[in-house]
C-alpha cells in the first residue's frame, strides 16, 4: 500500500504480522520501494531466525521498548545503501525478474510438456477402449452362438426323438388308413 504525503510517498506492506514502512520521493519507482520492503522483510526475519530461532515471533510480541530491535539496523542500512541510486537497485530489480520470468518459462514448459503427455495418454486409453468395443461385440456373437449350440446339445436329442415318434405314428396313421 502507498500513502502520498506532499511530494513525498509512504510504503508500507505486513507480512508476518509486522509492518514495513519506507518513506521515499514521489519520484523514485513504486517497483522498487517494494521490492526494497520485501528485501528487508527478508533481511529482517533472517536475522531473527538466526538470533531467537523458531520463536522469533514471540521475541516479536513481547518487545517491551520501542527499539528493540536496533540491532538489526546496520543490516537494513546496507539495503538501503543499495536502494539509494534508483538506477542500480533497477538492474538486480531486471535480473531478478530475468530469473523469475526464466523460472516460470521453465515451469510453463514442463506444464505444456505434461499436458502434451496427457494427451497422448489419453488417445491411447480411447484407441484401446475402441478396441474393447470392437471385442465386446465379438464376445456378444460369440455367446449368442454358444446359447444357441447348448440349447441344441440340450432341447436337440429330445426334439428329435419327437419328430421320429411324431413321424412313426403318421405314417402308421397312414398306412391304416389306406
Known amino acids: 500500500m502507498s500513502i502520498q504525503s506532499g511530494n513525498m510517498m509512504f510504503y508500507y506492506m505486513a507480512r508476518d504480522n509486522l509492518c514495513f514502512l519506507t518513506l521515499c520521493e514521489q519520484s523514485y519507482p513504486k517497483r522498487l520501494a517494494f521490492l526494497y520492503l520485501e528485501?528487508?522483510?527478508?533481511?529482517f526475519t533472517q536475522e531473527?531466525?538466526?538470533?531467537?530461532?523458531?520463536?522469533w515471533r514471540q521475541a516479536v510480541d513481547q518487545?517491551?521498548?520501542?527499539?528493540?530491535?536496533?540491532?538489526?539496523?546496520?543490516?537494513?542500512?546496507?539495503?538501503?545503501?543499495?536502494?539509494?541510486?534508483?538506477?542500480?537497485?533497477?538492474?538486480?530489480?531486471?535480473?531478478?525478474?530475468?530469473?523469475?520470468?526464466?523460472?516460470?518459462?521453465?515451469?510453463?514448459?514442463?506444464?505444456?510438456?505434461?499436458?502434451?503427455?496427457?494427451?497422448?495418454?489419453?488417445?491411447?486409453?480411447?484407441?484401446?477402449?475402441?478396441?474393447?468395443?470392437?471385442?465386446?461385440?465379438?464376445?456378444?456373437?460369440?455367446?449368442?452362438?454358444?446359447?444357441?449350440?447348448?440349447r441344441l446339445q440340450q432341447y436337440g436329442p429330445k426334439g428329435l426323438i419327437g419328430i421320429i415318434v411324431l413321424a412313426v405314428i403318421y405314417y402308421k396313421l397312414k398306412g391304416l388308413l389306406f
Not at 528485501?39 to 533481511?43: F, H, N, S, T, Y
Not at 531473527?48 to 520463536?55: A, E, R, S
Not at 536496533?70 to 545503501?81: A, G, L, N
Open 48 to 55: 531473527m531466525i538466526k538470533d531467537f530461532g523458531g520463536n
Open 39 to 43: 528485501q528487508v522483510a527478508d533481511v
Open 63 to 150: 518487545a517491551a521498548r520501542p527499539f528493540a530491535f536496533i540491532k538489526y539496523d546496520p543490516v537494513i542500512q546496507r539495503k538501503q545503501r543499495d536502494f539509494k541510486d534508483s538506477n542500480a537497485p533497477q538492474q538486480q530489480f531486471k535480473s531478478q525478474l530475468n530469473e523469475d520470468l526464466s523460472e516460470i518459462h521453465t515451469i510453463m514448459k514442463k506444464n505444456i510438456d505434461e499436458i502434451l503427455n496427457r494427451g497422448e495418454k489419453l488417445e491411447h486409453v480411447s484407441s484401446i477402449s475402441n478396441e474393447l468395443r470392437a471385442k465386446s461385440k465379438d464376445f456378444k456373437w460369440g455367446a449368442k452362438k454358444l446359447t444357441w449350440q447348448a
